[in-house]
């Protein structure tokens, strides 16, 4: 079973969420960019567990952004966790960052 999070931010960049989420988890992110997503981080930490910080604004088709999530257009930065079993602990840890909102959970 696959468990989906999603996080949001209007309190911190990308850039910053992830040097926040760096020193309180002791990972490492590694920056990427995708024609899709534009300029993202992610960590990957040892049980598989998958963090993505990224702009919800992502660049569109046709010159303007276009919303990774359109049903949270006022948050500006997500933070996307992909993990095999419920991490309900590091669940924990991030909903002790201030202005990190949990928005969804998904399980397939």
Do not use: C
């Amino acid at each position: 079973m696959t468990v989906s999070d999603t996080y949001g931010t209007n309190s911190y960049t990308a850039k910053e969420l992830t040097g926040l989420l760096a020193d309180r988890l002791d990972v490492t992110f590694t920056e990427r960019e995708s024609d899709y997503l534009g300029v993202y981080f992610l960590a990957t930490l040892a049980d598989t567990t998958r963090l993505q910080v990224q702009p919800n604004a992502i660049p569109g088709d046709n010159g303007e952004d276009d919303l990774y999530d359109d049903e949270h257009p006022d948050v500006s930065v997500l933070l996307l966790m992909t993990s095999s079993a419920a991490a309900e602990p590091l669940n924990d840890e991030l909903s002790a960052v201030g202005g990190l909102t949990w928005l969804r959970s998904t399980r397939s």
